[in-house]
């Protein structure tokens, strides 16, 4: 066994003086870099420490990288080596040169965006995927690759408590795994146009329209542009929670049908990405009855995972996405301690997919591909070759089991309450929407200050806002909420814990407090307000 030592960082080097790493020391004649497998467990023990060490020490690390744009450029030299480098030197480059341009997604103080949750186990899925490497288009090509993400695809169904007709199982409905939730998004509209134009062939591209919501994530608009679609965003209100109501929906159905125009499908959310909105997909589904060629698409990309908890199912809409959706997507590589990229996308009916995205050339025909007896995976999703993403969700699902999965939803929920517990109980914040499972939105509003107005409050947090982002050792994100500019909090990666909500209580506190005091003196001094 290679001395691996405490500290990746003291690993003896593992190329030796006539090591065969380098094309000018390895005598090979053809002067190619050849990778001895000494070499190779040498480096990767190293690389398995170091990542090891990493883990251990992000706490102490500043969650947001501090570098300047182009920072990268002046310290690496102009073009690639000609003559192969020794290993040791680009791994060590690694650590100096990339670590501090990373924002620490793991970090137990990063509350941004949406989680990003990675586990051991998933990296050595990745790994091991990734040294066998293959484009696993169709099944003849690697037979496991597809069977293991079509097993895997109707185990996370299983977990989540989806309606059979999604399982692979069926034949008919069936799972897939997309790179993001924008592909997910994309690929269902490209499936709802072929059955909408299947059914009306002399209704012409133009008059077709995509609905989302005014908080629908930019895929919705993403794919009305890539398609050439039509996209109309209904409206939505604070005091609906944000969330889309079937009147609306109908309204606007009745709207556009009168003016000919053809809805076709709706993007309803799951978990919106500003305030965690749950669209009332119960009263949404009674109108999609009467229009039953609009297709039902539902990203619940952040929040879906939630749905491995039975106790979360009925606020996240499980009951009406198993009676109705047409498609469901969530990203298992945000909360889902499966990292970057694994997106589940289920629908009720595959040869819609299928039969919109089949080009088979002669190159890629094969005998069970003609027989239709094993899945084609190119032909659910855009692109022709995929990566092996099946193997780090197979890993994790055995290892976590359904119940690590519950744990570390509950977990992080819990910690999300005692955040908010926190903002409750503050006379200087309120919410900006109702918590939902590992979100709070919130803002800068002094009780003492009752009088100010929406903008005056606005202007406010984002001096309180900009505070926050230029610390380094806590990271959140801002939003807008029907014209409140507010801050979001998500909790979610694994390594946060109950002392590192109270500290971001504490920073939360101070900021808030000095924001205020210079929002205070920025308006004395146009005359504004006079500091008491
Ligand atoms: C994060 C998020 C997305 C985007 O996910 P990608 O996988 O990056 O495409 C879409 N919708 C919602 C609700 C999200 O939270």
Not at 137 to 154: G, H, Q, R, Y
Not at 222 to 234: P, T
Not at 326 to 349: A, E, P, Q, Y
Request: with cysteine.
């Amino acid at each position: 066994m290679p001395d691996r030592g405490a500290s990746g960082a003291n690993l003896a080097h593992p190329l030796s003086e006539d090591g065969p790493w380098t094309a000018a020391s390895n005598g090979c004649p053809c002067e190619f870099l050849f990778v001895d497998l000494m070499d190779i467990e040498q480096a990767g023990y190293q690389a398995i420490d170091r990542i090891c060490d990493y883990y251990i020490s992000l706490r102490d690390m500043p969650v947001t990288s501090q570098v300047e744009p182009g920072y990268l450029r002046k310290l690496l030299p102009a073009s690639a080596p000609t003559v192969g480098e020794d290993f040791q030197v680009i791994a060590d480059d690694y650590q100096k040169y990339i670590i501090p341009g990373l924002t620490h997604w793991q970090h137990p103080s990063f509350f941004a965006y949406f989680p990003a949750a990675c586990t051991f186990e998933s990296i050595l899925g990745e790994l091991y995927a990734s040294s066998t490497t293959n484009p696993g288009f169709n099944w003849s090509v690697s037979p496991a690759c597809t069977e293991l993400e079509a097993v895997v695809m109707d185990w996370t169904a299983q977990i989540l408590g989806l309606d059979k007709s999604f399982y692979n199982t069926t034949e008919v409905g069936g799972g897939v795994l997309q790179a993001t939730a924008c592909d997910a998004a994309l690929v269902a509209t490209v499936a709802a146009r072929l059955r909408y134009i299947r059914e009306h062939p002399q209704v012409p591209m133009e008059k077709l329209i995509l609905y989302t919501t005014t908080q629908t994530h930019s895929l919705g608009k993403k794919a009305g542009l890539v398609l050439g679609l039509k996209v109309r965003a209904l409206q939505v209100t604070a005091e609906d929670e944000f969330a889309l109501r079937g009147e609306t929906l109908e309204v606007a159905l009745k709207e556009d049908v009168d003016a000919g125009l053809h809805p076709f499908i709706l993007i309803a959310t799951v978990g919106t990405t500003s305030s965690g909105a749950v669209d009332r997909l119960d009263e949404i589904t009674d109108i999609v009855k009467n229009y039953p060629f609009l297709w039902l698409h539902v990203d619940a990309a952040w929040a879906g995972v939630a749905l491995v908890c039975p106790e979360y199912r009925e606020a996240c809409q499980l009951p009406a996405i198993n009676s109705y959706t047409d498609s469901f997507c969530t990203n298992f590589h945000k909360w889902g301690l499966i990292h970057f990229d694994g997106s589940c996308f289920w629908v009720r009916h595959r040869t819609y997919l299928t039969d919109a995205l089949d080009v088979t050339p002669e190159y890629l025909r094969s005998k069970h591909g003609d027989a239709g007896t094993a899945i084609d995976y190119r032909n659910w999703n855009l692109n022709l070759s995929r990566r092996f993403r099946s193997l780090k969700f197979w890993f994790v699902l055995r290892s976590r089991g359904t119940e690590g999965f519950q744990k570390h939803i509950t977990d992080c929920i819990k910690l999300n309450d005692q955040f908010a517990q926190g903002i409750r109980e503050s006379d200087q914040f309120s919410f900006v929407a109702k918590p939902f499972l590992a979100l709070t939105v919130f803002r800068l509003a002094p009780k003492s200050l009752s009088h100010l107005t929406t903008p005056e409050l606005n202007a406010l947090n984002r001096i309180f806002h900009a505070r926050l982002a230029a610390r380094n050792d806590i990271a959140v994100t801002q939003t807008e909420l029907n014209g409140v500019f507010c801050i979001r909090m998500v909790t979610g990666a694994e390594r946060t814990v109950a002392k590192d909500i109270d500290r971001a209580l504490v920073v939360i506190g101070e900021e808030g407090k000095v924001a205020l005091t210079e929002w205070k003196r920025m308006q004395a001094e146009v005359g504004l307000y006079c500091l008491p």
